[in-house]
């Protein structure tokens, strides 16, 4: 989670919304919308560096659909349809889908409501990223799943960032609905769109798609995942990044190390996540925070997790003496 929705000057905000309410004539209005418009869509990262999470939380659902009632009136408004992208799939996961796992022991019917949940605001997230792809490629969507590398080829590095969210808006909605065919189908899309990002600058975000590739390379072999492939993409992204991101070492721990039931590795991945220092980069401290958070919850339940204790640990059992034992 590292590009996040965009700051907005009050004081321009406030006069801009007057205007946009206050004039009749419709050249006026549309023209304060598009500006508005641009301001919400504008660089900043007052979320990003945010320090606190539920704060974060409870203030991006008002700004998201200040955003979508924006694109009612400018529709093919490209900065909006990304921000709106990036937005919804930044949201899902960081407050719902991680929510979901959070209350899954002592709740499990409203965990997978959660999840439901999540999967509906990834899939709105990839519409939005695909509304703004076929503004300047037009029918791309039933390109990308008829023939994805091909239509994902004429995609062009002035567009990155909009590849980016759409592999990884869709990639998530397909890691939550890996059991619903009518969306893993779409897996060589999402494949393709992330070649496509590699290819043209691997470096982006600071291994943003790097990291996003471990979570991808986790799927079945039988969808193309490769835990090899993942391994090389975290050590990458570790990399890119300089080892600032805690992301890498959550997604390869929660995903390679579980299937591969490592418990070993798993626990020293968590750690080093724990250990990133969110202060460090402030321009990554909310998305450090979040997935510490993650961090701390998978420790939580390595036992749940695993089928067997860490070596040490299973010696401590055994020294143990039980109860009925003489002292």
Known sequence: MVAVLRKVKTTTLAGLIFLAMMTSGCSIRKLA??????ALA????????????????????????????????????????????SGFTQYGYAFVETRAEEIELDD????????????????????YCLSSLELDHPGIGSRLRRDPEEAAAELEASEI???????????????????????????????????????????????????????LEALPETMG?????????????????AGNSASPYVSLASSIAVSEQNRREF???????????????????LANLVAQRRAELLLGRADELFLEPLEEEAQDMDTEPSQDSPR
């Open 33 to 38: 919308i598009n500006s508005l418009a641009d």
């Open 42 to 85: 504008g660089s900043g990262d007052s979320f990003a560096s945010d320090e606190d999470p539920e704060l974060v939380g409870a203030a991006l659902p008002f700004a998201l659909k200040t955003i979508e009632s924006l694109l009612q009136e400018a529709p093919e408004h490209q900065g909006l349809l990304l921000s709106a992208c």
């Open 108 to 127: 499990y019917l409203e965990a997978e409501r959660q999840r439901e949940r999540a999967l509906k605001l990834y899939l709105r997230a990839r519409n």
């Open 161 to 215: 960032e909009l590849i980016y969210w759409t592999a990884a808006s869709w990639g998530s909605a397909i890691s939550v609905g890996i059991h619903r065919l009518e969306i893993v189908a779409d897996v060589t899309a999402v494949q393709a769109l992330m070649a496509r990002a590699l290819a043209i600058d691997e470096g982006y975000s600071d291994g943003a798609v790097h990291e996003a590739l471990i979570a």
């Open 225 to 241: 995942g490769s835990p090899e492939r993942a391994r090389r993409h975290h050590e990458r992204a570790v990399e890119l990044s």
């Open 267 to 285: 626990v020293e991945l968590l750690e080093k996540a724990l250990a990133v220092d969110p202060d460090h980069e402030p321009s990554r401290r």
